[in-house]
């Protein structure tokens, strides 16, 4: 009875391991660089369910999220209070544009413009702004690696 137990555990270890690595995607998250006046992304957040993934500086990385459920980014960026008069201003002035690619050449998104949920300032010098996506359809497949790529716009 124990033989058969020793063959048994380690078969289904494996079974688990792989059931559980297949229900996942691989995320390598990318940002553009910021401005000569110092605009920039600050940091980029991946929530799952309402559960922070993993929260990157501007320099990005790479994360596992779960297949097949909503995935929500979000983007904060700091925004030179010389360059604008208000907080609205700075909102107008400023946009995040989201690409989430696989493969080659497979777009989930190209060029999404995030939705600016909050700003706060001047502090420091710079008005910060909070842009938030929200990946809701074609949701992440399992053992797909997408990459995600966030671009600053600034005009003034």
Same mark, same amino acid.
């Given at each position: 009875?124990?033989?058969? +137990?020793? /063959? ?5 270890? =494996?079974? /688990? *391991? +792989? ?12 940002? &553009?660089?910021?401005d000569s006046f110092g605009n920039?992304?600050? %940091?980029?957040?991946?929530? $799952? ?14 994360v596992r999220v779960d297949a ?7 983007? *904060? /960026?700091?925004?030179?209070a010389s360059l604008a008069g208000? $907080?609205?201003?700075?909102? $107008? ?7 989430? &690619?696989?493969? &080659?050449?497979?777009? /989930?998104?190209?060029?999404?413009? =995030?939705?600016? +949920? &909050?700003?706060? @300032?001047?502090?420091? @010098?710079?008005?910060? =702004?909070?842009?938030?996506?929200? %990946?809701?359809?074609? =949701?992440? $497949?399992?053992?797909? +690696?997408?990459? *995600? ?8």
């Amino acid at each position: 009875m124990k033989e058969k +137990t020793l /063959i048994v555990a380690p078969f289904a270890a =494996l079974l /688990i *391991c +792989t059931l559980l690595l297949t229900q996942t995607s691989n995320f390598t998250v990318y940002a &553009s660089p910021g401005d000569s006046f110092g605009n920039d992304i600050v %940091w980029i957040a991946v929530y $799952q369910g309402g559960v922070l993934k993993a929260n990157f500086s501007a320099s990005g990385g790479s994360v596992r999220v779960d297949a097949g459920v909503q995935v929500d980014f979000v983007v *904060c /960026i700091r925004f030179n209070a010389s360059l604008a008069g208000s $907080q609205s201003e700075a909102v $107008q002035y400023t946009r995040v544009l989201a690409t989430i &690619s696989y493969g &080659s050449g497979n777009y /989930i998104w190209q060029d999404k413009e =995030l939705n600016n +949920t &909050s700003v706060a @300032g001047p502090s420091g @010098g710079f008005y910060w =702004l909070r842009e938030v996506g929200n %990946w809701t359809s074609n =949701l992440p $497949q399992a053992g797909v +690696t997408y990459t *995600c790529t966030f671009k600053y716009q600034g005009y003034y």
